[in-house]
């Protein structure tokens, strides 16, 4: 047997032997297959950068549901649940005015439907959700169209939208902008040098195509267009109307890697000196090509989606956005939406992958070797930060669990790791702490799944914050606001503090108290307050195991506001009170906007 193969194999043994000798009421280790899969991991060694706008969505213009009044109201009438979901979802990049139809769409046309979204509908859209700006200029119509707009989003009212798009799928028979690959690449220098007049700062990108049969098209508007070009662009959707099955979708990605390979070769043959420099973007993916069927809905079109973002990884795609946020086809009872377009917005399972991927796999790409993979099997790792270590682990077999063992090297885990997973009855929300023996977990894999899994170093396991799930009490608190109570002391939230009565000294000498319940006695050593806009410069920290006697750990007229850092040494407490007694002349004398209490140094990485 191969030295490799079977070191992993003991590592795989003795790594079910714990897990089962840790908790004997389980059932006895039973293979669901007759493979064994393992998985080794080196930390240090890594295979790329995951780009993190390749969590991308398009969004449309004809998207009447998000702001459906005009823009001078959409602060009262904006759908915020859609914006809020969008956001939550991790979106970083959002295109617009959406495919095809953004050869038909005149940005600044009068006869515009005020119900569909325009450009400052559009920005606001960008700002609420904190992602970057594409813009798709219609390539039907004039450069100078475009350039205008160009200049109301950067110039007039600084949008600072970066990256614009000349056309869409030009090379499709079916596209309003359809023209020869020489036609499209002439026209798009006219486009680029036309906006770059107006902003010579933005990014200019160019819609090629995937397909082995439209390579001479892409050669051809290549060399056209020559320098001009930041970024090439592609849609990717790889079955048709009646080839839906998930048999075939699950073939798809490594299809794209072929495809992708081939599109990376024609431009460095046609343009050299751009090649190195060359972004790509898939600017549209899902399924099926057009009309979606029933399909587009399930568990399986959305591991799909799970292994195109970890594919666009691995073959170093630097965007990529799905298609799309709400797009409903009744007449097939399908679904291309993020969302629902009811008007619920209920997600379906694409929105709980692309939302658990764009969470939990990003940073660095790490290479993992797989011994004994079932081709249902598909695994990708990454190093977040240089404290954590992902995996995302896809099962796209719909009536088998696997059991898989993951071997890290050049990586000290702490002693559990965190999960989350989509499945049938799943929708990404965080699973128990799984226990990690030593350097090897053990994971069953469920039927048509896809988890993600997060070691953390054992050296960079901060504390617990013993705060949360306490109680918070005060002498009183300001009822000018909403957030002012005694709990937002203790919520987490940077947003929110307890603040003292409103209007009680005029001169900061009047007395007020924070008191924290911990519920049941803790160990505690360190303390820590941070300020909101009203500090205390008198104030001290008090203990007590029972709420009845109390000591002094901490006293000082000298507070300064900021966050105050005090440790004392271990001691088991239940309360401990803030005492406040003088401050500076405000509205409310005292506020505070968290209060995080910790445990002694050595409890970092305990195993509960």
């Not at 908790?23 to 393992?38: F, K, M």
């Not at 026209?187 to 397909?211: G, H, K, Y």
């Not at 694409?350 to 079932?374: C, D, E, I, K, N």
Request: aromatic content about 12%; some cysteine.
């Amino acid at each position: 047997m191969n030295p490799v193969r079977l070191w992993l194999v003991l590592i795989f043994i003795a790594s079910a032997i714990m897990a089962y000798g840790e908790n004997p009421t389980s059932p006895p280790l039973v293979l669901e297959t007759d493979e064994v899969v393992l998985v080794r991991i080196d930390a240090a060694a890594p295979a790329g950068t995951i780009n993190p706008l390749l969590y991308g969505l398009n969004t449309a213009r004809w998207d009447e549901s998000l702001f459906p009044y005009p823009a001078d109201q959409m602060l009262l009438t904006c759908d915020r649940d859609a914006i809020r979901k969008v956001k939550e979802a991790g979106v970083t990049l959002l295109k617009y005015p959406g495919g095809n139809d953004a050869d038909k769409y005149i940005w600044n046309d009068p006869a515009n439907m005020k119900s569909e979204m325009d450009t400052e509908e559009y920005y606001a859209f960008l700002r609420t959700t904190g992602a970057v700006g594409f813009i798709t200029a219609n390539a039907s119509e004039s450069p100078e169209l475009a350039a205008q707009w160009v200049e109301y989003c950067n110039r007039k009212h600084n949008y600072a939208i970066q990256l614009w798009e000349v056309g869409d799928e030009a090379w499709g028979s079916w596209a309003d902008s359809h023209a020869s690959g020489r036609e499209y690449g002439n026209r798009f220098v006219r486009f680029a040098r036309a906006m770059r007049a107006i902003d010579p700062t933005i990014q200019m990108a160019a819609n090629m195509s995937l397909s082995e049969s439209h390579q001479e098209w892409n050669r051809q508007a290549l060399a056209a267009l020559g320098q001009e070009c930041n970024i090439i662009t592609f849609t990717f959707f790889p079955l048709g109307r009646q080839a839906e099955t998930d048999e075939n979708l699950f073939t798809a990605p490594a299809k794209f890697r072929e495809m992708f390979n081939t599109l990376q070769a024609t431009v460095k043959a046609a343009i050299p000196d751009c090649a190195d420099t060359m972004k790509y973007c898939c600017v549209g993916y899902n399924s099926v090509s057009s009309f979606p069927g029933p399909q587009t809905l399930s568990l399986g079109n959305g591991i799909y989606v799970g292994e195109m973002l970890g594919m666009f990884a691995e073959t170093g795609t630097d965007m990529a956005c799905l298609w799309a946020m709400h797009n409903y086809y009744p007449p097939r009872r399908g679904d291309f939406g993020f969302l629902s377009a009811d008007g619920s917005n209920t997600p379906s399972y694409t929105y709980y992958v692309f939302r658990l991927m764009a969470h939990h796999f990003g940073g660095t790409l790490l290479s993992a070797q797989l011994t004994g993979a079932s081709d249902k099997l598909r695994l990708f790792a990454c190093r977040p930060d240089g404290g954590r270590l992902g995996v995302i682990l896809l099962n796209k077999d719909p009536k088998k669990a696997y059991f898989v063992t993951i071997a890290l090297e050049n990586f000290q885990p702490a002693p559990t790791a965190r999960i989350w997973r989509v499945s049938k009855s799943e929708f990404g929300s965080a699973l128990p702490d799984l226990p990690v023996h030593g350097h090897a977990f053990r994971y069953l894999a469920p039927p048509y799944s896809i988890t993600a899994i997060e070691f953390t170093a054992k050296s960079a396991v901060a504390r617990p914050n013993l705060v949360r799930g306490a109680i918070a009490m005060a002498s009183g608190y300001s009822e000018t606001g909403p957030s002012f109570k005694p709990q937002s002391a203790i919520d987490g939230d940077p947003h929110t503090r307890w603040a003292s009565p409103a209007w009680v000294s005029r001169d900061g000498t009047d007395e007020a108290w924070l008191t924290i319940d911990l519920v049941e006695p803790r160990q505690v050593a360190e303390c820590r307050i941070i300020w909101g806009p009203q500090a205390a410069t008198n104030f001290g920290v008090i203990v007590s195991e029972d709420g009845k006697r109390w000591r002094n750990v901490y006293q000082t007229d000298k507070g300064s506001g900021g966050t105050t850092t005090i440790t004392f040494p271990p001691q088991t407490i239940r309360f401990i009170k803030i005492a406040c007694t003088k401050g500076k002349r405000a509205i409310s004398t005292y506020s505070i906007i968290d209060v995080e209490l910790f445990g002694p140094e050595e409890t970092v990485g305990a195993f509960n």
